[in-house]
C-alpha cells in the first residue's frame, strides 16, 4: 500500500490549510491517522480515523482545530486545519496500519507564520 500526502505550505496564524493523503489500496479494517514531526521533536500523533465506521479520534492540542475526514470513491482521508498556530508547524505525515502492518506517506510540509 503506498499513501501520498499532499497539500502542505505556508499559511499564516489563524489561518486555514487542507492535506489529503491517497492510499493505493484501502480495505474497511484500516486504521488511518496523522502524525507530524517539527524540528528537532519527535513525532507525535495528531489525529485518526477507522476507515470502515469513519469513527475519528484527536490529540488534545487540535480538538476543535483540526477534522480528519475521509472520501471512499477515491480512496483518500483528509486533514481539514482551522485557526492554525505556529506551534502546527511541522512535517506532517499519514499513515495506514492494518493488523499490525503500517504503511507511511511521505510527509508535507505546513509552516504556521505568526
Known sequence: VQLQACGGGSVQAGGSARL????????????????????????????????REANTDYDDSVRGRFTISRDNAKNTMYLQMNSLRPEDTAVYYCA?????????????QVTVSS
Open 20 to 51: 489529503s493523503c491517497t492510499a493505493s489500496a484501502i480495505f474497511s479494517q484500516y486504521h488511518m491517522g496523522w502524525f507530524r514531526q517539527a524540528p528537532g521533536k519527535d513525532r507525535e500523533f495528531v489525529g485518526a480515523l477507522t476507515w
Open 96 to 108: 495506514a496500519e492494518d493488523y499490525g502492518l503500517e504503511y507511511w506517506g511521505q510527509g508535507t
